[in-house]
């Protein structure tokens, strides 16, 4: 840009390097309007803008003398001074010269616009406010439009940025803010596009998502798009894939509340009907191809389609894309910290730092989470992450068994990554060898091999997939897998977001059924007719307590893992256990693939009262109702036939608790990492003991914790003892086959004999 201190910038004025005054998402616009992609037009009021403004109106002193004495961690302290400091923003007069600026800017676009702020970078990283400052969007007229734009400057004093930057030693009055005045699409139709294929890392597919509406709904994953795959070179649509949609996230039509976007319901002649017409489909697949190019690597786009015009609005690089082959070098460059590698891959972005699970909606996608640890409530911030970097944990900590489902980088167990790392700082994770990086870097050489060619191998042993996520059920459906061996509640339950204690207290227990039921339906109509088998919640107290009105209802625990969890809960809370079977019942009135698998089960006692109240609702043995038991506490092992007795149709064995009390080791303790071994010999002969035991008992025996998707070797042993099945991670489905079909080769085990 060549006047630096222009207060507007059209788009077409500025471009990727213009970051320190017309902020990232005004900097990415006009870099892709300069490329001739489609973008609703707009322009930005730059950050100098805003230091105009405060110096003009003599704002800072005011401003500092505010905060001189505040102290940041005194709550209401905080909240009145917020709410003073943006009452001095918002009711400051607008210069003349500034405001006519303004004014004479939105009377080129006309209509309604959305006013968003656009963070810039050089002066302090968003994490102090990223997501906290306000949007507003069908904004209409010239007056409002001024308004708007000071409410976003105002908006940088928030509570929570005022108690970052505390933290963090950043200069309150050197922040600065821009703001993006665009038009807004009104769209019909909307989504993301994919220049190459997330799950698989193919660099030759593109991934369309399309649904009815506002974009909003699938970038959060509230709704369950249309997929379409296309081979890139030459440009041609592989497969449709159409999801059934029943509403729509559309503009409130009422002028009073126009910010507040609204929930409509979807004609039944179009709720199964293709969004995109193919031709569509096509020419977003070129406009995707142009980005990447402009950007020289694969991009994650959002789109809006209204009437016949589709619209780039938003353009950012994959970062999540798995590498194929691990780096024959080490990666050289600044490294600023290590832990233990838990999910492999190498990504690039910008730090968030996130304390608390209520801040992960400052997350952005394509940024790096970190965390001193994650829980179920860091869940949809974790889909969004390009990598994880966690303080605490060991490879079986709740961020590195998630983090390799979703196929994110991860490094945990770091002990100071949220304390040495800053906020926006740009780093490498490098998830094969735990480290961290400054800036952006890669592996100087990479063993180039051939894409890998799924094909079916037949296997006497049945290999199952550990999932979570609603969005990967027909995905990984598709597959060269026979069922679902753990389907963990967790992603559902952080869904829903309360303590289903606090639901039925205020008389919503139907909710916590009817949206538990459609998640677990989501992966039974996807595998149908392969098992699908629910392992019934095992959340810890403190992950409760992290669910709205959990606190009300958890106790503190010293240590969480070993305290009031699995059977033990579900005969002390019956109603919270009972809510949870009849959403299964729900679904298995539709899919009988679906079993249920009770976890960490204390006593043979325990066993027995918890199968007499699944009996009591219905759930009963030995129709085509299966009930598994995991096997991870010692004693599941000492009596497994007395636990048999009780009624069981198979087990699976939980590696990860089971390692844990048999060498009494902390498994998210990263100082006893190297003790923690599935391999060790008292492991190892619990497993053969409880697959022996099974087998004399005509029973099914699987495993489905992560040993078996970090240790081929292992699998081969399981194998060997006569294991029934092995569940593992999505990305290790073919390898886990293949590791199969050669033990039972070398064992003269064919399939069908």
């Known amino acids: 840009m060549k006047n630096p ?41 730059t950050a100098d803008a805003y230091f105009r403004f405060i110096k003009e109106n003599d704002l800072a002193e005011r401003i500092e003398h505010h905060l001189r004495y505040l102290d940041p961690r005194d709550h209401a302290s905080l909240q009145d001074v917020a709410f003073e400091i943006k009452q001095i923003i918002s009711l400051a007069p607008m210069p003349a010269p500034m405001a006519a600026e303004i004014r004479e800017a939105y009377h080129k676009l006309q209509g309604l ?64 803010i821009a703001v993006v005045v665009q038009r807004m699409v009104q769209s019909e139709v909307s989504g993301v596009v994919f220049t190459a294929e997330p799950l698989s890392s193919d660099h030759d597919k593109i991934i369309i998502e399309a649904a009815y509406g506002l974009g909003e709904a699938v970038v959060s994953g509230e709704l369950t798009p249309d997929m379409y795959l296309l081979e890139k070179e030459p440009l041609s649509l592989l497969e449709r894939r159409i999801a059934q949609q029943e509403w729509q996230l559309t503009r409130n039509p009422r002028p009073s ?39 020289g690597c694969p991009q994650d786009i959002e789109w809006a389609k209204q009437g016949d015009r589709i619209y780039i609005v938003q353009a950012r690089p ?30 690039a972005g910008q730090t968030e730092i996130i304390l608390h699970p209520s801040e992960i909606v400052r997350l952005k996608h394509g940024q790096v989470l970190v965390a001193e640890m994650t829980t179920p409530d860091f869940v949809p911030a974790m889909k969004r992450a390009a990598a994880i970097v966690t303080d605490r944990g060991g490879r079986t900590c709740h961020a590195a068994i998630v983090s390799r489902e979703l196929g994110v980088p991860c490094v945990v167990g770091t002990s100071n990554a949220t304390k040495i790392l800053e906020e926006k700082q740009l780093v490498t994770v490098d998830g094969f060898q735990g480290k961290v990086f400054q800036g952006r870097v890669a592996p100087d050489t990479r063993v180039e091999t051939p894409a890998v060619v799924r094909k079916h191998i037949k296997t006497v042993t ?9 969005d990967l059920a027909s995905t990984v459906a598709a597959r060269d897998v026979d069922g679902v061996g753990l389907l963990r509640a967790e992603f559902m339950i952080a869904g829903i977001g309360q303590h289903p204690r606090h639901l039925i207290e205020n008389g919503r227990g139907s909710e916590f059924v009817d949206r538990l039921a459609k998640g677990v339906s989501t992966f039974a109509e996807a595998f149908n007719p392969r098992p699908v088998v629910y392992r019934t919640t095992d959340f810890k107290t403190n992950e409760y307590r992290n669910l709205k009105g959990g606190e009300a209802y958890e106790p503190l625990e010293e240590n969480p893992m070993i305290g009031f969890r699995g059977c033990s809960r579900y005969l002390k809370d019956v109603g919270v256990f009972k809510l949870e079977i009849e959403a299964l019942k729900k679904v298995r009135e539709q899919y009988a693939n679906l079993w249920v698998m009770l976890p960490f089960v204390r006593t043979v006692k325990e066993l027995e ?39 069981l149709d198979g087990i699976s064995i939980g590696s990860n608790d089971l390692t844990q009390l048999i060498l009494g080791v902390d498994r998210d303790s990263p100082s006893l990492a190297e003790i923690f071994d599935e391999r060790d010999e008292a492991v190892l002969w619990a497993l053969e003991r409880a697959i022996s035991v099974a087998n004399r008992r005509k029973i099914t025996c699987s495993i489905c914790g992560q040993a078996p ?45």
Not at 321 to 335: H, N, S, Y
Not at 462 to 470: E, G, H, I, Q, T
Not at 615 to 634: C, I, Q, T, Y
Not at 722 to 751: C, F, Q, Y
Request: hydrophobic content about 45%; charged content about 25%; aromatic content about 6%.
């Open 5 to 45: 201190k222009k207060l507007i910038a059209w788009f077409e004025q500025i471009g990727r390097a213009d970051i320190p005054i017309a902020g990232g998402k005004g900097a990415n616009l006009g870099e892709l309007l300069r490329a001739q992609v489609p973008v609703p037009p707009g322009f930005v009021v």
């Open 318 to 347: 994959i970062t999540t894309l798995k590498a194929k082959e691990a780096p024959v070098e080490e990666i050289k460059g600044v490294e600023l910290l290590s832990g233990l590698p838990a999910s492999p891959g190498i990504a």
């Open 113 to 176: 616009v959305a006013v968003r702020s656009s963070a810039t970078a050089e002066d302090l990283p968003e994490a102090s406010f990223a997501g906290q400052q306000s949007t507003y969007l069908n904004v209409q007229g010239e007056s409002e439009v001024v308004s708007a734009v000071q409410n976003c400057w105002a908006s940088l004093f928030e509570a929570r940025a005022i108690f970052y930057r505390n933290e963090h030693d950043f200069d309150h009055l050197r922040t600065g």
């Open 709 to 753: 998707s970090v240790y081929p070797e292992l699998t081969t042993k399981l194998v060997e003892w006569g294991i029934t099945s092995v569940s593992v991670n999505p990305d290790m489905i073919e390898h886990t086959r293949s590791v199969i079909a050669k033990a039972e080769e070398d064992l003269g085990v064919l399939p069908g004999s």
């Open 609 to 647: 009262e918890s199968s007499a109240i699944l009996a009591s609702l219905g759930l009963v043995r030995p129709d085509d109702f299966k009930l598994w038991m995991m096997v991870e506490v010692p004693s599941n092992v000492i009596l497994l036939n007395r636990f048999i007795d009780v009624g």
């Open 462 to 470: 049945k290999v199952y997939v550990n999932l979570a996520d609603p």
């Open 257 to 295: 509340d126009r910010r507040h976007n609204i929930r409509m319901d979807i004609p039944p002649e179009k709720q199964n009907g293709q969004k995109l017409a193919d031709a569509e489909i096509l020419a977003l697949a070129k406009i995707a191809r142009t980005i990447e190019e402009l950007y």
